[in-house]
T-cell receptor, first 110, second 117 residues
Framework: AQSVSQHNHHVILSEAASLELGCNYSYGGTVNLFWYVQYPGQHLQLLLK??????LVKGIKGFEAEFIKSKFSFNLRKPSVQWSDTAEYFC????????FGTGTRLQVFP | KAGVTQTPRYLIKTRGQQVTLSCSPI?????VSWYQQTPGQGLQFLFEYFSETQRNKGNFPGRFSGRQFSNSRSEMNVSTLELGDSALYLC????????????????FGPGTRLTVL
């Protein structure tokens, strides 16, 4: 069965620190990959997505992710986090349905 | 353009009761998916409807059911509620471009928080 693993459950950073959140998936076929973010009290919203082409994708708010097919990974990065990035981040894979990871809670302190 | 709306936003029920949750997709969106979000299990796919037909289903018991109407609005029903059904139920809609092989982005609603006592 398809699955998504997010290795970091809770990450605490200071402002201006760099961020990398891990995401690995298990599926042998063609996948579409997503990162969603859920800010406190807000809806889930799309950060970025990968369908095909350049494996380095850029999303909103300075986030980017790199698809490495050989490692079945789609890690999320941001060079310098802000307090407003405090949220829960979900990696997701679509095959015939959208499968989410369990999420990573990011806390950024000023 | 109005986003995905879900009603009610909060619901308290007791064990054994049944509940119906409603979702109105973004205008023009024909696909509606439902998810259950809990602290322990994260986001789990319940089912997807497209043109009034269930197109995909997750691994939930038959107590969880849904339907979609001709205007793309969707409802999900949970019968014989259990304590473990307490969760945030999220609805998401997507446009489904004709002839497109690309996955269409899903837009999520605010959710219905169900508490079962």
């Amino acid at each position: 069965a398809q699955s998504v693993s997010q290795h970091n459950h809770h990450v605490i950073l200071s402002e201006a620190a760099s961020l990398e959140l891990g995401c690995n998936y298990s599926y042998g076929g063609t996948v579409n990959l997503f990162w969603y973010v859920q800010y406190p009290g807000q809806h889930l919203q799309l950060l970025l997505k990968y369908f095909s082409g350049d494996p380095l994708v850029k999303g909103i708010k300075g986030f980017e992710a790199e698809f490495i097919k050989s490692k079945f990974s789609f890690n999320l990065r941001k060079p310098s986090v802000q307090w407003s990035d405090t949220a829960e981040y979900f990696c997701a894979v679509n095959t015939d349905k959208l499968i989410f990871g369990t999420g990573t809670r990011l806390q950024v302190f000023p | 353009k109005a986003g995905v709306t879900q009603t009610p936003r909060y619901l308290i029920k007791t064990r054994g009761q049944q509940v119906t949750l409603s979702c109105s997709p973004i205008s023009g969106h024909r696909s509606v998916s439902w998810y259950q979000q809990t602290p322990g299990q994260g986001l789990q796919f319940l089912f997807e409807y497209f043109s009034e037909t269930q197109r995909n289903k997750g691994n939930f018991p038959g107590r969880f059911s849904g339907r979609q109407f001709s205007n793309s609005r969707s409802e999900m029903n949970v019968s014989t509620l259990e304590l473990g059904d307490s969760a945030l139920y999220l609805c998401a809609s997507s446009r489904e471009l004709a002839g497109s092989t690309s996955y269409n982005e899903q837009f999520f609603g605010p959710g219905t928080r169900l508490t079962v006592l």
